[in-house]
C-alpha cells in the first residue's frame, strides 16, 4: 500500500513563499509519477503541477509557471513543491498524488495525500 504525506503548508501574506513536502512510503517513489493538485473551498480539485519518474519532464498549470516549482528526490523518496510569489488566489487544500504516467488529470493518479492547508492573506 502506497502511503503519501504532505506537510509545509501554513498562513503566509501575499509575496511570501512556501515549500511543501510529499513523503513517499510503500513503495519507492520512483516507481510513479508525481502531481500536486488543490482545492479551494466550494470548487473542484485542480491540477497544479506535475513530474515524471525521473524528474526530467515537468508541466504546470498556467496560473503558477514561472512562480512555483516541483521537484523530486527518489533517494530519499519524496516529492517537493517551491510556491514563490504567493497569492490570495493559491488559497487552497493542496494534494500531493502518485500515478502511472506524468498527467494533469485527476483521474489519471492512482494514490492521493490528505492534503495540507496553504492560506495567502492580502
Known amino acids: 500500500q502506497v502511503q503519501l504525506v504532505e506537510s509545509g503548508g501554513g498562513l503566509v501574506q501575499a509575496g511570501d513563499s512556501l515549500r511543501l513536502s510529499c513523503a513517499v512510503s510503500?513503495?519507492?517513489?520512483?516507481?510513479?509519477?508525481m502531481g500536486w493538485f488543490r482545492q479551494a473551498p466550494g470548487k473542484e480539485r485542480d491540477f497544479v503541477a506535475t513530474i515524471s519518474r525521473s524528474g526530467d519532464v515537468t508541466s504546470y498549470t498556467d496560473s503558477v509557471k514561472g512562480r512555483f516549482t516541483i521537484s523530486r528526490d527518489n533517494a530519499k523518496n519524496t516529492v517537493q513543491l517551491q510556491m514563490n510569489s504567493l497569492k490570495p488566489e493559491d488559497t487552497a487544500v493542496y494534494y500531493c498524488?502518485?500515478?502511472?504516467?506524468?498527467?494533469?488529470?485527476?483521474?489519471?493518479?492512482?494514490?492521493w495525500g490528505q492534503g495540507t492547508q496553504v492560506t495567502v492573506s492580502s
Open positions: 498524488a502518485a500515478g502511472d504516467y506524468i498527467a494533469t488529470i485527476r483521474n489519471r493518479y492512482r494514490y
Open positions: 510503500g513503495r519507492t517513489s520512483s516507481s510513479y509519477a
